[in-house]
């Protein structure tokens, strides 16, 4: 099992910056790509950004050219850098992580975990 540990989150005012970041650690894996959702209050979750273990990323629209999502394969991390952030990103944002892992002598599984979240505030 490989748990997902989330940190940055807090209240800043618009325009201001963040810098979330996860590590992946539990039993012996690998990372195929990592990623940031969110969720605000009676919305649905949304895509926000993620990352393949090779450096490939992909944005939502919402956010690209304000937030950049990178990683460090060697610790198994994600961070993602948000600035200049508006009111309309205040949500719980969580990281995933699609993972390889041992499961019995003869295989193995492709399997996905969810950090705890936490929570950004934007106030104007």
């Known amino acids: 099992q490989v748990q997902l540990v989330e940190s940055g989150g807090g209240l800043v005012q618009t325009g201001g910056s963040l810098r979330l970041s996860c590590a992946a650690s539990?039993?012996?894996?690998?990372?195929?790509?990592m990623g940031w959702y969110r969720q605000a209050p009676g919305k649905q979750r949304e895509l926000v950004a993620t990352?393949?273990?090779?450096?490939?990323?992909d944005y939502a629209a919402s956010v690209k050219g304000r937030f950049t999502i990178s990683r460090d394969n060697a610790k198994n991390t994600v961070h993602l850098q948000m600035n200049s952030l508006k009111p309309e990103d205040t949500a719980v944002y969580y990281c995933?992580?699609?993972?390889?892992?041992?499961?019995?002598?003869?295989?193995?599984?492709?399997?996905?975990?969810w950090g705890q979240g936490t929570q950004v505030t934007v106030s104007s």
């Open positions: 539990g039993s012996p894996f690998s990372i195929n790509a």
């Open positions: 990352i393949t273990s090779g450096g490939s990323t």
């Open positions: 995933n992580a699609d993972y390889w892992t041992s499961v019995g002598p003869y295989g193995s599984r492709r399997l996905a975990s």
